[in-house]
């Protein structure tokens, strides 16, 4: 990548930055209820991994 990036690609990797990011700790709690531990990256809507998939921004 570009060692200068333009501003509409620096957004959409910025958006795409926040949809990988793991659920709070008490939706988890919410959802799966107290005693249940879950990790937080289950409940995570997009699961993106840098080197595995690609997202063409």
Known sequence: MARYKHLSRKKRLA???????????WAVMKKFGKTRRMHPSRIT???RNWRRIKNKA
Request: avoid cysteine; charged fraction near 30%; aromatic fraction near 14%.
């Open 15 to 25: 958006k795409l930055n926040t949809q990988t990011r793991w659920a709070p700790y």
């Open 45 to 47: 809507a997009k699961k």
